[in-house]
C-alpha cells in the first residue's frame, strides 16, 4: 500500500519505520524544518513501562484543587470560554472514578509492557548506533502518606509483569548514591530497574536515517492537509505537492485533531502544556545515573549523556509554547534542590511543548470511521515509552485491515 504518515515526531518516526518494514511504499510528511522539533524534542527522557499510570487518578480531583492559583504549583488550570476545553475537562473527570482508573491502568501498563520488549526488537532490527541508559527509574516520595499510596497500587504493576522493588531511605540512597544524604525528607521510594531513559530526539533522528534506508520519503517544511474525495481520504496535500496514497495515518500530536477535524472527525485530544530544563552536568559524581521521579514535585530527572534534563508542569487552557519564566523555574528549582552540585552554574537550557492527550491516558492506535484515515495519535504524557508498541501495533492493524 502507499501510505502516508503526517508527523515527523517519535510518534509518526516509529509508525512510518514499521510501515516500510511490512513492505509498504511510505512517505513521512513535517512541517517543521527538522523532525521531531515539537514535543519530542526535550522531553523528560523517561522510558518509564513500569510507572505507565493514567493522570486520571482518584487522588487527581484533590490534588488538581490543592494546587490551583500557587504560582509554583506542577499543575495550573487556565479556564477558557472553550466548550471543547470544558468536554474534555468533565471528560477527565469521569475517568479518575477508581474503578475507570484501574482499568486505564491495566490497559496502559499492558501496552508500554509491550512497548519494552517492541523496542528491543526495533533497535536490534534497525541497527541503529543509538544508546538508552538501563540503569532504572526510581520513584521517591516525601511523605509516609504518599508512599504508603504508592505502596498500595503495586498489586497492578506485579499483574501487568513488572517487578517494583520497595526502597527504604538508605536504600534509596544505595540505588543513586547522588540522593542527598539530609535536609531533605525521603520518605521512601519504588524502584522498577527494567525501567529505562534515553533522549527521544536523538532516537528520531536515528531511526529517521534507517526509515530512508528502507525507502521511506521524507519531506520536511510541508503543512499537510487531508484531500477527500467520496468520503474517503485519497491524498496528502501540502506545499504545492499532492501525494496520492491508500492509507494516511495521523500521528501529529497536538494537531491530529485539527487533521482529524477535515474529516468530520473530531478526537478526544487537548493539549497540556509541559516543560523541561537541560543543563550540562557541573560535577560527573554529584550527578545521577539513575532516573529519578521526585513525586511531590511531579518532576521526573534523567541523565543524557553530559547533561542532565528535568521536566513537569501540567498546564490545562494553554496552546502555545511559549515559556513563562514562572513556569520553568520550578522545574529547574527541583533540580537544583536534588542535586545542587552537579547542576552548577552552567546555563540552563528551557523549553515548553504541548502533550497531546487524551482523557483517559489511552493513545489512539487504529483505522478510524473514514475510510483510508489512521491515527496513531493522543500519548499525552507517555508518547515516548509507548512509541515502539504502537508503531507496532498500527502497521500490523493498517496492513491486516
Ligand atoms: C515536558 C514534557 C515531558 C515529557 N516527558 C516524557 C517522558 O519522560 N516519557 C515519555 O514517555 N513521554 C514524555 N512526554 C510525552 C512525549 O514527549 C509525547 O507524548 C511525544 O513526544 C508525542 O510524540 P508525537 O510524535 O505524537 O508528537 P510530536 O513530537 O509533537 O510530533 C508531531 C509532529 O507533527 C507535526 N505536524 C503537526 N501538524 C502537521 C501538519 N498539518 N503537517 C505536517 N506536520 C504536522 C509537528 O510539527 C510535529 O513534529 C513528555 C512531554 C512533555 C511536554
Redesign the pocket.
Known amino acids: 500500500m502507499r501510505v502516508v504518515v503526517?508527523?515527523?515526531?517519535?510518534?509518526?518516526v516509529t509508525s512510518a519505520y514499521f510501515l516500510a518494514r511490512a513492505g509498504h511504499s511510505v512517505t513521512l510528511?513535517?512541517?517543521?524544518p527538522e523532525l521531531?522539533?515539537?514535543?519530542?524534542f526535550a522531553?523528560?527522557?523517561?522510558?518509564?513501562a513500569g510507572h505507565a499510570v493514567p493522570w486520571s487518578s482518584p487522588a487527581a480531583p484533590g490534588q488538581a484543587l490543592r494546587w490551583v492559583g500557587r504560582r509554583n504549583a506542577p499543575f495550573a488550570l487556565r479556564l477558557t470560554a472553550d466548550p471543547a476545553q470544558w468536554r474534555w475537562g468533565l471528560a477527565f473527570l469521569r475517568q479518575c472514578a477508581p474503578q475507570q482508573y484501574r482499568r486505564n491502568a491495566k490497559a496502559l501498563l499492558a501496552m508500554a509492557h509491550r512497548s519494552r520488549v517492541a523496542f528491543d526488537r526495533l533497535l536490534t532490527d534497525s541497527g541503529i548506533a543509538w544508546q538508552d541508559s538501563r540503569t532504572g527509574i526510581l520513584t521517591i516520595y516525601r511523605s509516609r502518606s504518599a508512599f504508603d499510596a504508592a505502596i498500595a497500587d503495586l498489586d497492578l504493576l506485579h499483574a501487568s509483569g513488572f517487578q517494583p522493588e520497595i526502597c527504604d531511605h538508605e536504600r534509596c540512597r544505595a540505588v543513586e548514591p547522588a540522593l542527598p544524604l539530609d535536609g531533605q525528607a525521603i520518605a521512601g521510594g519504588i524502584y522498577i530497574r527494567d525501567d529505562r531513559s534515553g533522549d527521544?530526539h536523538s532516537f528520531s533522528l536515528a531511526l529517521a536515517d534507517a526509515c530512508r534506508d528502507r525507502g521511506v520519503a521524507i519531506v520536511r517544511g510541508?503543512?499537510?492537509?487531508l484531500v477527500i474525495q467520496n468520503g474517503r481520504v485519497v491524498a496528502v496535500a501540502?506545499g504545492g505537492g499532492e501525494w496520492r496514497c491508500d492509507a494516511v495515518v495521523l500521528?501529529?500530536?497536538v494537531?491530529s485533531r485539527i487533521?482529524a477535524a477535515q474529516a468530520g472527525i473530531r478526537l478526544p485530544i487537548w493539549p497540556i502544556k509541559?516543560?523541561?530544563v537541560t543543563v550540562p552536568i557541573a560535577d560527573e559524581r554529584a550527578a545521577p545515573r539513575v532516573s529519578i521521579t521526585d513525586e511531590a514535585r511531579r518532576v521526573?530527572i534523567s541523565r543524557l549523556g553530559s547533561n542532565l534534563r528535568a521536566?513537569g508542569i501540567a498546564e490545562l487552557g494553554r496552546n502555545d509554547s511559549a515559556i513563562e519564566p514562572h513556569r520553568a523555574q520550578p522545574v529547574l528549582d527541583a533540580l537544583g534542590a536534588l542535586f545542587p552540585r552537579a547542576v552548577g552554574d552552567g546555563a540552563p537550557s528551557f523549553w515548553a511543548?504541548l502533550?497531546?492527550m487524551t482523557p483517559d491516558a489511552q493513545p489512539l492506535v487504529g483505522a478510524t470511521r473514514v475510510p483510508g484515515l489512521y491515527v496513531n495519535?493522543g500519548?499525552?504524557?507517555?508518547?515516548?515509552?509507548l512509541a515502539a508498541a504502537s508503531g507496532e501495533s498500527l502497521a500490523s492493524r493498517l496492513t491486516t485491515g
Open positions: 503526517i508527523g515527523g515526531g517519535v510518534i509518526g510528511v513535517e512541517r517543521q521531531a522539533a515539537e514535543c519530542s522531553n523528560g527522557g523517561q522510558i518509564s527521544a510541508t503543512e499537510a492537509r501540502g500521528a501529529a500530536g494537531d487533521l509541559g516543560y523541561s521526573v521536566a511543548c502533550r497531546p495519535t500519548h499525552g504524557h507517555l508518547g515516548w515509552t
